[in-house]
């Protein structure tokens, strides 16, 4: 069974500055796409990017981009110039490729960020 | 507009009375689930369905029950609730399984069973 590991719980970065969130996963897949989901205090999960595993470029979304490390089953979110609303909880997340089977996501515990005006 | 809505939002109820939250997709997508979320643990699935008529457990299934008999509505049953199933609970859906596409989300349902 694939896990998903994000082993801080808490962040906080300056209004402007760029900040680093973590993520490791554990598959014996070969083949997989990773996510990461904001949610701000309204609770909806909102996407932020995602990553196929097979693609080598690393994904970008605007001030969002992820270092996507296959071989370390690492998948860092970076946000650059940070903007108040962009504190939330942060949850990476796994899904498998393979169609017929369930489309499950499975997820991190979540960080908490909070930008500091 | 595309989206997943949930009823009711908020809830709280008494151990053992029997509820239902609705879940209902206008996007004609295939795969539906519930998830749960519980500080420290992130989501974790109830159930899921690939198509009408086809459900099966995800990973935290014990006091749940769900049904799929249209393809646009997917209800998550709670016959006898007790208080450990006090939680945020998720509806998602997507057009198929297999792909990178995102799962839409519900706004959540925040259920109190006392």
């Known amino acids: 069974a694939q896990t998903v590991t994000q082993s801080q719980p808490e962040m906080s970065v300056q209004e402007a500055e760029t900040v680093t969130l973590s993520c490791t996963y554990d598959t014996s897949e070969s083949d997989y796409y990773l996510f990461w989901y904001k949610q701000p205090p309204s609770r909806q999960m909102i996407l932020v990017i995602r990553q196929e595993a097979y693609k080598q470029q690393n994904a970008t979304e605007n001030r969002f981009s992820v270092n996507f490390q296959k071989a370390a089953k690492s998948f860092s979110l970076k946000i650059s110039d940070s903007q108040l609303g962009d504190a939330a909880m942060y949850f990476c997340a796994y899904r498998s490729p393979y169609t017929g089977a369930n489309s499950k996501l499975t997820f991190g515990k979540g960080i908490t960020l909070s930008v500091r005006p | 507009e595309a989206q997943v809505t949930q009823n009711p939002r908020y809830l709280i109820t008494v151990t053992g009375k029997k509820l239902t939250v609705t879940c209902s997709q206008n996007m004609n997508h295939e795969y539906m689930s519930w998830y749960r979320q519980d500080p420290g643990l992130g989501l974790r699935q109830i159930y899921y369905s690939m198509n009408v008529e086809v459900t099966d457990k995800g990973d935290v299934p014990e006091g749940y029950k769900v049904s799929r008999k249209e393809k646009r509505n997917f209800p998550l049953i709670l016959e006898s609730p007790s208080p450990n199933q006090t939680s945020l609970y998720f509806c998602?859906?997507?057009?198929?399984?297999?792909?990178?596409?995102?799962?839409?989300f519900g706004p959540g349902t925040r259920l109190t069973v006392t």
């Open positions: 998602a859906s997507s057009p198929r399984t297999g792909t990178s596409y995102e799962q839409y």
